[in-house]
Nanobody
Framework: EVQLQASGGGPVRTGGSLRLSCATSGFTFDEYNMGWFRQAPGKEREAVSCLGRSGGKSYYADSVKGRFTISSDSAKKVMYLQMNSLKPEDTAVYYC????????????????WGQGTQVTVSS
């Protein structure tokens, strides 16, 4: 059974940093397309950043380019999202997701989801 568990969220001031982690189990890590998504109150869930199989091609939403960095440790089966220069508009519940299908960062092609971790950025 594919399992993902996101952690590392919390409150932070504008300009601060957080590192999210997504611990995984139940699947061969390097064979899966992995991603981070977020959902702010009253908004649809959106893609933040994705990482192709075996830590391959990465994708970033325009709103986070240059501030966020996605990475993974296949030995530990963990995916990370380093978030720097955080802004109030980054406030959301962040989810990690995985799928065998490799269609970039298209949310509809991610079938396995972890529970979210709340990130709250205050000004």
């Amino acid at each position: 059974e594919v399992q993902l568990q996101a952690s590392g969220g919390g409150p932070v001031r504008t300009g601060g940093s957080l590192r999210l982690s997504c611990a995984t189990s139940g699947f061969t890590f390097d064979e899966y397309n992995m991603g981070w998504f977020r959902q702010a109150p009253g908004k649809e869930r959106e893609a933040v950043s994705c990482l192709g199989r075996s830590g391959g091609k990465s994708y970033y939403a325009d709103s986070v380019k240059g501030r966020f960095t996605i990475s993974s440790d296949s030995a530990k089966k963990v995916m990370y999202l380093q978030m720097n220069s955080l802004k109030p508009e980054d406030t959301a519940v962040y989810y990690c997701a995985a799928d065998l299908r490799n269609y970039g960062c298209v949310i509809t092609f991610f079938g396995s989801w972890g529970q979210g971790t709340q990130v709250t950025v205050s000004s």
